[in-house]
């Protein structure tokens, strides 16, 4: 591990603005990944700024009904929190089947969405990953690509997005609110928070920066059967294969998306109007644009039969 310096920040905007003026650095709350990167010299920061003292670990009403989380929220927290496992149950089942109990007891909300990819060759620092290293290339088009990614990939990279709960944020229509270095505020529509590959897959998402993610806002309740399904190598905690979230109404529409399959939560708000068909024609129109390797073509299939999967759970709840 290189050398870093390390601070505490006293609030929201100095974090940000330490952030934004200081060269490579990088904030720091349960450290779940960003340590392990270190480690591996993958991430190399020169400066880690922590945030565990800035009060963004509480769980709020709104005024419309929905639900205000910390950005420091531990996922042990949020997924036992009784307003969340009563309306927004794909949640807390996400969370649930996204780690170690451990893990979860030091994981943030903002850390989760944040979290990197767990392509094996952005892993090994002996192999070419645009990802890692800009420009370099990216191993995993050529190389074993069983876990990775089918639809929205690139020349440049088809890495996958290794966060469970942020595909349960997606199908809720979660809102990511933010602070800059001066102060000003913004929220980001979780559709809009992590970037598609392209020619710059380093860049993961839409924070500008310094940046700072403050909390996640949800709407309020829909309603519905909340299904989180996940297909994983091993029953033990693993990353999906594929995985589905999906918020379901008696009449057959509902919300669906789909974790797994790409640089980030795969949703395609158009595909929900054949979910009342049923799972092959959702799922068709879904990946209409897929283009798997040789490797991971099953998981077109594997997609289709986990949505049928949780439209089962839904009628039989």
């Given at each position: 591990m290189?050398e870093f310096?390390?601070?505490?920040?006293?609030?929201?905007?100095?974090?940000?603005?330490?952030?934004k003026e200081t060269p490579?650095?990088k904030?720091i709350?349960g450290?779940t990944n960003?340590?392990?990167?270190?480690?591996?010299e993958?991430?190399?920061?020169r400066?880690l700024?922590d945030?565990n003292?800035l009060?963004?670990?509480k769980?709020?009403?709104?005024?419309?009904?929905g639900l205000r989380?910390?950005a420091?929220v531990?996922?042990?927290?949020l997924?036992a929190d009784?307003r969340?496992r009563?309306?927004?149950g794909?949640?807390?089942?996400?969370?649930?089947?996204?780690?170690?109990?451990q893990l979860?007891?030091k994981?943030?909300?903002?850390?989760?969405?944040?979290q990197?990819?767990?392509c094996?060759?952005?892993?090994d620092?002996?192999?070419?990953?645009n990802?890692?290293?800009?420009?370099?290339?990216?191993?995993?088009i050529?190389?074993?690509?069983?876990?990775?990614?089918?639809?929205g990939?690139s020349?440049?990279?088809?890495?996958t997005n290794?966060?469970?709960?942020a595909v349960?944020?997606r199908?809720?229509d979660?809102?990511v609110?933010?602070?800059?270095d001066r102060?000003?505020?913004?929220?980001?529509?979780i559709?809009?928070?992590?970037?598609?590959?392209?020619?710059?897959p380093?860049i993961?998402t839409?924070?500008?920066?310094?940046e700072?993610?403050?909390?996640?806002t949800?709407?309020?309740?829909?309603?519905?059967?909340?299904?989180?399904?996940?297909?994983r190598?091993?029953?033990?905690?693993?990353?999906a294969?594929?995985?589905?979230?999906?918020?379901?109404?008696r009449?057959?529409t509902?919300?669906?998306?789909?974790?797994?399959?790409a640089h980030?939560p795969?949703?395609?708000e158009?595909?929900?109007a054949d979910?009342?068909?049923?799972?092959k024609?959702?799922?068709?129109?879904?990946?209409?644009?897929?283009?798997p390797t040789?490797d991971n073509?099953?998981?077109i299939?594997?997609?289709e039969?986990?949505?049928a999967?949780a439209?089962n759970?839904a009628?039989?709840?």
């Open positions: 290189k310096t390390y601070e505490r920040a006293a609030s929201t905007q100095e974090a940000a603005a330490k952030a490579g650095a904030f709350a450290g960003l340590l392990d990167l270190m480690k591996l993958i991430e190399t920061p400066h700024i945030v003292g009060g963004l670990d769980i709020e009403n709104t005024q419309d009904g989380i910390g420091l531990r996922n042990t927290a997924a009784m969340v009563k309306d927004y794909v949640l807390s089942r996400a969370l649930l089947a996204g780690a170690s109990g979860r007891n994981a943030t909300t903002a850390g989760n969405l944040l990197r990819t767990r094996p060759y952005f892993y620092i002996n192999q070419p990953c990802k890692r290293s800009p420009g370099s290339g990216c191993a995993a050529e190389g074993f690509s069983r876990q990775l990614g089918v639809i990939t020349e440049s990279c088809i890495a290794p966060s469970d709960m349960a944020m199908a809720l979660a809102e609110e933010t602070v800059d102060g000003r505020t913004r929220k980001i529509p559709a809009e928070f992590h970037r598609l590959p392209g020619d710059t380093h993961e839409t924070l500008a920066s310094g700072l993610i403050t909390a996640v949800l709407p309020r309740p829909i309603g519905g059967t909340h299904v989180y399904r996940k297909v190598d091993r029953a033990s905690y693993a990353f294969l594929v995985s589905v979230a999906a918020v379901l109404q009449d057959g509902g919300r669906v998306a789909v974790g797994g399959v980030r795969w949703r395609v158009d595909a929900e979910l009342p068909k049923g799972a024609a959702f799922s068709a129109r879904l990946l209409a644009d897929a283009k040789n073509a099953f998981k299939p594997l997609v039969r986990t949505v999967a439209l759970d009628r039989q709840q």
